[in-house]
């Protein structure tokens, strides 16, 4: 596979012709200067050493080299490796409830934009750790499969919204049970597996602590961080309080037994967010006590350099025009390199 690093830089090619289009103009200028003194063939006679043809091969020589420098710049690379790196951490899903309980106000700006800022905290003080996210709401959907690539993990956490998910509700269990399926292969036979559940536990949908029991057998730990508070907070969408049949309006209130007891059976840990803090950097500091595991990963590179070769090249080119004198040397002039006519 070939390829230019940096192709843009191949327009600087086009002042290839600038730099001939020069020459050939100075060179009919000299020749118009040459002719007012005189017949061009009487001029030639009277001097011998000059050489038209090494003048050419100079600005041949100036021209291919810059030609090639431009070439290097962009940088050609052929051919392609594989780079296989090793780390020690723990792989991570991260499951969060975009249901619109999670637009209350108890949080400001609401629930759901302080998860979002805490979850971009968590990914900058990351460091050798996979990451995934599941989102839910009625139904879960993988929003970022399991990776180290924490930039793109923080681009995704932040179009984290409730529009992602179709079906509204919150069905806890469903979620969780996506993100036991979430996990690579690497990571299946050792403790190095943690599910961090971020909702307010207002489940109506499942039996969240059934797939806590699977969880368990399976060795995988989940870390619940409830969001909310005991006391609730209406849900406001588009300006408008979300009400009831009735006409009452609706309080989304933190329900912590559920998400006590499923941390509880996997040997995780439950915390209750507050305005200062979601609890993502309390439960990071239990998740950093974990066993590691040696977590590989495979990179494809295209690093075959071949502008050095053009680099050489181009300065030898530019030495040999630098050297070229534009008059015969006298040592070389029996020899008649350059297939001129010599005066009588």
């Known amino acids: 596979m070939f390829r230019f690093a940096h192709p843009q830089y191949l327009w600087l090619l086009l002042a290839v012709p600038a730099l001939i289009a020069l020459y050939w103009a100075a060179a009919r200028n000299r020749r118009k200067r040459l002719a007012r003194f005189g017949n061009p063939t009487l001029l030639r006679g009277l001097m011998p050493e000059v050489s038209t043809g ?17 070439l290097a710049l962009a940088r050609p690379q052929w051919g392609s490796k594989l780079r296989e790196e090793t780390s020690e951490g723990i792989e991570m899903m991260l499951v969060v409830d975009v249901s619109n309980s999670m637009l209350a106000e108890d949080f400001a700006p609401n629930r759901l934009e302080r998860t979002k800022y805490a979850i971009d905290r968590l990914f900058d003080g990351l460091r050798q ?7 839910f ?5 993988v929003q970022l499969p399991i990776t180290s690539d924490y930039r793109m993990a923080k681009a995704f956490a932040r179009k984290i919204d409730p529009s992602l998910v179709a ?10 049970s ?8 690497e990571t299946e036979q050792n403790h190095s597996r943690v599910i961090v559940l971020i909702t307010d536990g207002e489940n109506h949908e499942d039996d969240a602590v059934a797939v806590a029991e699977r969880a368990k057998e399976l060795g995988i730990r989940i870390f619940t961080i409830g969001i909310g508070t005991p006391e609730g907070a209406p849900i406001r969408i588009g ?13 989304s209130k933190l329900d912590e037994q559920m998400l006590q007891q499923i941390a509880d059976i996997t040997g995780g840990a439950y915390v209750r967010s507050s305005n200062q803090s979601v609890g993502l950097d309390e439960i990071v500091q239990s998740i950093n006590r974990m066993e590691a595991t040696e977590l590989s990963t495979v990179k494809f590179e295209e690093y075959n350099e071949q502008y050095q070769y053009l ?19 006298p040592l070389l002039a029996r020899f008649n390199i350059f297939r001129e006519e010599r005066p009588e």
């Open 54 to 70: 090494r003048v050419r091969l100079k600005s041949i020589l100036f021209t291919a080299a810059v030609a090639l420098l431009v």
């Open 129 to 135: 750790d996979r990451v995934g996210l599941v989102v």
């Open 137 to 141: 709401a009625g139904e879960p959907k």
């Open 167 to 176: 079906v509204q509700g919150t069905a806890v269990g469903k979620a969780l």
């Open 178 to 185: 996506q993100a036991l399926m979430s996990f690579s292969s």
């Open 239 to 251: 300006g408008e309080f979300i009400r009831d049949e009735k006409g009452d309006m609706v309080v």
């Open 311 to 329: 680099v050489g090249l181009a300065l030898f080119l530019l030495l040999a025009e630098f050297f070229l004198l534009d008059r015969r040397n």
